[in-house]
C-alpha cells in the first residue's frame, strides 16, 4: 500500500542528546514536510522541501536540521539546541499541485 | 492565507449526514478551501478540497457558496469512526515558498453518538 511512514511512533530523549524522526513515502511525492503539533494546537511549520537535495526553513526551524538526500527519505533531527523538543512530530508530502497527505506522527519525549 | 471560522463543537447522531460549517469572508479569488480531519493520536487525514464548483468524493461532499465566503463539508452517514476534529483551511494551489504552510486553526471537534 501507498503511503507515507513514519518511525518511531513513540521516541525519548536525553538532554543535551540529538534524536532523528524518520519519514519515507512510496506515494512518487515530490514535496516533503515536518510539522510539530503541542497539545490543543494546530500545526506549525518546520521544515519542507520541494525537491532533492533543496530545503527550506519553514516558521519554527532553529534547533531542528534535516536532509533529502533521497525523493522517498526526508529524516529531521531535533538537536540539543531544541530547548522545548517535547511535542507530536508530523511528517507530510504532496505533488505540487496536490493536497498534502501525513503519516501517522512521532510523539517525542524528555526524559 | 485567509483566516478561516469554525464552531468549536458539533454532535450528530450516528447515520444521519454531519454538516460542518466554515466561514473564509476574506479568502482570495486564487485560494482553494480544503478539509482535513485529525482523529486523536493521528496525523491529519485529507478528505476534500475545492476552488469554486461543489465537489463529491468517496468520503465527503463540500459545498462551497457562490460568493465564496463560506463552505460546508457534509458526511452523508456519520459513523462513530468520523468522530474527529476537523479543519478547513484556505491556501493557494502549489507548494511555493509560503504557500507550503498549512494553517491548521482550532477546528471542530464532531461527536457521531450512537
Known amino acids: 500500500d501507498g503511503g507515507i511512514t513514519q518511525s518511531p511512533k513513540y521516541l525519548f530523549r536525553k538532554e543535551g542528546q540529538n534524536v532523528t524522526l524518520s519519514c519515507e513515502q512510496n506515494l512518487n511525492h515530490d514535496a516533503m514536510y515536518w510539522y510539530r503539533q503541542d497539545p490543543g494546537q494546530g500545526l506549525r511549520l518546520i521544515y519542507y522541501s520541494q525537491i532533492v537535495n533543496d530545503f527550506q526553513k519553514g516558521d519554527i526551524a532553529e534547533g531542528y536540521s534535516v536532509s533529502r538526500e533521497k525523493k522517498e527519505s526526508f529524516p529531521l533531527t531535533v538537536t540539543s539546541a531544541q530547548k522545548n523538543p517535547t511535542a507530536f512530530y508530523l511528517c507530510a508530502s504532496s505533488f505540487p499541485t496536490g493536497p498534502q497527505h501525513f503519516g501517522d506522527g512521532t510523539r517525542l519525549s524528555i526524559l | 492565507d485567509a483566516k478561516t471560522t469554525q464552531p468549536p463543537s458539533m454532535d450528530c447522531a450516528e447515520g444521519r449526514a454531519a454538516n460542518l460549517p466554515c466561514n473564509h469572508s476574506t479568502i482570495s479569488g486564487n485560494e482553494y478551501v480544503y478539509w482535513y480531519r485529525q482523529i486523536h493520536s493521528q496525523g491529519p487525514q485529507y478528505i476534500i478540497h475545492?476552488?469554486?464548483n461543489n465537489e463529491t468524493n468517496e468520503m465527503a461532499s463540500l459545498i462551497i457558496t457562490e460568493d465564496r465566503k463560506s463552505s460546508t463539508l457534509i458526511l452523508p452517514h456519520a459513523t462513530l469512526r468520523d468522530t474527529a476534529v476537523y479543519y478547513c483551511i484556505v491556501r493557494v494551489l502549489g507548494y511555493g515558498g509560503s504557500q507550503g504552510n498549512l494553517i491548521f486553526g482550532k477546528g471542530t471537534k464532531l461527536s457521531v453518538k450512537p
Open positions: 475545492g476552488l469554486k
